[in-house]
Structure formats: C-alpha cells, structure tokens
C-alpha cells in the first residue's frame, strides 16, 4: 500500500506544480516512463530521486517532506514474497502488491481455477503444464501460491468474488482425483462470508466476458482508482483510467447476471464432482 500511496502523492504534486513527466524524469536523470512507473507504483523509490522531485514539484515544508520521506522508507521494505523475487517478474509482483491492499477482488476466468482459489495439487499441474522445471522451482512457485492465499483467512480479508467460466472446472490438469480435490476444495473455501464462487455454464451461451480472463481490483484508500488486471503470456496489462474501468465494470456486471447464483453454483461443483 506505501508503495501505491508514495506514487499517488507524487503524481498530484507533479499535477499542481503543472509539471509535465519529461521533466519530472530529467529532474532525476531518468525517463518519462520511469516517472510513470513510480507513480503507479511499479517500482522502488531512491531517496535521492523523491528528494529531487520534491524539490522539483515545490514541496519546501519540512513536515511535508519527511513525512513524504517516512512513506518512502514503508514502500521499500521488504515484503512476504521477498524470498521468491527470483521467480517473479516485475509485472507480477506489482499485480501481488496491488492484491494485497485490495477491499475487493472481482474476477472473471476462462481457462482456470483463480490462483487465489486453486488447491495444492492443482497449482502444481498448472504451473508445471508446458514449463521444464526443476523440481524446487516448482515447489517454490507452488508455495508462493499458497501463501497468496493466506491473506483470504486474515481479520481484514479482501472480498472475493470470481465467476468461473465452466470451461475451467472441466478442463482436467492431471489426473481425476487432481480435479475432484480442486472441485472440493472450492466448495469448502466459497464457504467462507467473504468469498462468492459463482459458476457461468456452457448453457449461457455467448457472454459478456467473451474476450477472456480479467480481474479488477478495489481498495480501501479513496486515492487509489480502481485498477484491472489483464495477464499475458509473458507480461500484464492494468488499465486504471476511468472509461476502461468502468467499461470491465459493466462487463463484470453483465456476466455476474448471466452466472448462477453462488448456491446453484455449490450445485454444479457437486454435479461436475460426481462426474469425474
């Protein structure tokens, strides 16, 4: 959230100063989108850099600046999944930073489970699916799933809501009773209050979300835009402008309405399981 927060701050103090991001970036020796970056809080911050952008944007108070400062030093400590940044790529962790300190989390998918729903088994078959893998990275990156999932069952939980295209809880990743522990296991973890599991079956037809996977996230700090989330092969893409948020919002609306319902979706878990 420090991260998000410092990079929200310097981007409406560049905004007031009427400063343009060229010369904010040749204010610290950098780029346009370096500035970019820091203000969506992508990247670290160096002290020096803030200083001078402070400096830069008229920020003179003394207050002002340390307090400025103190956010800074919270953005670049360490996080939970430290001990993993050789297994992330920059545009992965920052979607991690930004799931973190989400309220809401409302996600479509198509092709799989959500990664915050998945069971062990499961995310070790998608994850090594296609990818030559020692045997500890795959244990590493199965960890570093699991433990996303810890922030689910904490006192301030985010809201979950996924709707899950039923193309993903028929497609098997390994064998039979991979996929009956993963429809088991979402029937235990959608449960929960904060959590809402919703199935769109293949009998809906065309829908809303026709164009693929996406998720969007919603924070607690009024600063922060919504932001959503579309992953790539190799790479992401997080829209947080106001037409393209609300245009997924619509579309996240529509097919929550053409879903069934979060019980009859318990019920097609059932069904499906009884299938396997």
Not at 18 to 44: N, Y
């Amino acid at each position: 959230m420090s991260r998000i927060l410092l990079g929200t701050q310097l981007r409406r103090l560049r905004e007031a100063a009427g400063i343009t991001r060229e010369d904010a970036g040749h204010a610290i020796r950098a780029s346009h989108a370096k500035i970019s970056r820091l203000e969506l809080g992508r990247v670290g911050f160096k002290e020096r850099d803030v200083v001078d952008l402070l400096t830069l944007y008229g920020v003179t108070d003394d207050g002002e600046r340390a307090a400025v400062l103190d956010l800074m030093r919270q953005a670049n400590m360490r996080v939970w999944w430290q001990r993993h940044s050789d297994l992330l790529p920059n545009w992965f962790e920052t979607y991690l930073r930004l799931e973190q300190v989400a309220k809401v989390v409302r996600t479509y998918q198509l092709q799989f489970v959500p990664g915050l729903l998945q069971s062990e088994e499961y995310a070790r078959a998608v994850i090594g699916h296609g990818h030559s893998r020692s045997a500890d990275e795959l244990d590493r990156r199965v960890q570093l799933r699991m433990d996303r999932q810890e922030m689910l069952h904490q006192p301030e939980a985010p809201h979950l809501w996924a709707v899950i295209d039923e193309a993903a809880l028929t497609r098997a990743f390994g064998p039979v009773r991979v996929m009956r522990e993963q429809l088991k296991h979402l029937l235990e973890v959608s449960a929960a209050p904060n959590i809402h599991v919703q199935v769109l079956p293949f009998r809906s037809g065309a829908h809303a979300a026709a164009g693929g996977s996406f998720s969007i996230l919603r924070f607690a700090e009024p600063d922060l835009p919504d932001v959503v989330y579309l992953e790539q092969l190799t790479s992401a893409v997080y829209l947080d402008k106001r037409a393209d948020v609300e245009e997924y919002q619509l579309i996240m609306e529509r097919v929550t309405v053409q879903a069934e319902t979060p019980a009859q979706s318990r019920e097609t878990i059932r069904r499906l399981m009884a299938e396997l």
